[in-house]
């Protein structure tokens, strides 16, 4: 069975500060995902990665996919109240791009 | 471009009680996906459309749930006996040529009491 784990489950940090959060697979993904949720909506695409060692920015967002393709982190620089959600991984299986493997979240909170 | 649509944005029933979820992709999105969120999870998917054919409903209760795509366009999802455990959120994706870019609507949050 494919498991994503995301790690921590739960940040909650000042304006200004960084943070990392992890995505963690012991099986191989085609490509990751990174969705942010807010309350009350559903997961928006934040990103996709495809190549092992990949590094994607997205303003003050970075993105990493792991070298072994099994792994995945996002980096924030500076974070603003505006970041605030539920960061969510997902890996596509190697033999279907149609199936994902969603982590169970992390959820941050930026406090003013 | 309108997103991914849903309806209603929420529900109350009683359990045992019936209960229908409406979806409209995107434009042009041949696949569709229905997901199930608990709170603090990540969604878990039910059933995927490929145009009007259901291609994986392995993990779809049959017993009580059931989907339907007619014109391989807009979907409806239905509960019938909604049970206490069914209370989660409804979420609905569809996908285009990047077949693992999901778009997701807002969804269906459902209250069995």
């Known amino acids: 069975t494919q498991l994503l784990e995301q790690s921590p489950q739960f940040l909650s940090i000042q304006e200004g500060e960084n943070l990392t959060v992890y995505c963690n697979s012991s099986?191989?993904?085609?490509?990751l995902q990174w969705y942010r949720q807010e309350p009350g909506e559903g997961p928006v695409l934040l990103v996709t990665?495809?190549?092992g060692g990949e590094v994607k920015k997205l303003k003050r967002l970075t993105f990493q996919f792991g070298d072994a393709r099994k792994d995945s982190s996002l980096h924030i620089t500076a974070a603003q109240p505006g970041d605030t959600g539920l960061y969510l991984c997902?890996?596509?299986?190697?033999?279907?791009?149609?199936?994902?493997?969603w982590g169970a979240g992390t959820k941050l909170i930026i406090k003013p | 471009e309108a997103g991914v649509v849903q309806s209603p944005r929420y529900k109350i029933i009683e359990k045992k009680q019936p209960v229908a979820f409406w979806c409209n992709p995107i434009s042009g999105h041949n696949t569709l996906y229905w997901y199930l969120q608990n709170l603090g999870q990540g969604p878990e998917l039910l059933i995927r459309y490929e145009n009007e054919e259901a291609v994986d409903d392995s993990q779809l209760p049959k017993d009580r749930f059931s989907a339907e795509r007619l014109k391989g366009v807009d979907s409806t999802l239905k509960i019938q006996p909604a049970e206490l455990g069914d209370s989660a959120v409804y979420l609905c994706?569809?996908?285009?040529?990047?077949?693992?870019?999901?778009?997701f609507g807002p969804g269906t949050r459902l209250t069995v009491l």
């Open positions: 997902a890996g596509a299986a190697v033999d279907s791009n149609y199936q994902l493997i």
């Open positions: 990665v495809v190549t």
């Open positions: 099986s191989v993904f085609s490509s």
């Open positions: 994706a569809s996908s285009g040529l990047v077949p693992n870019e999901q778009f």
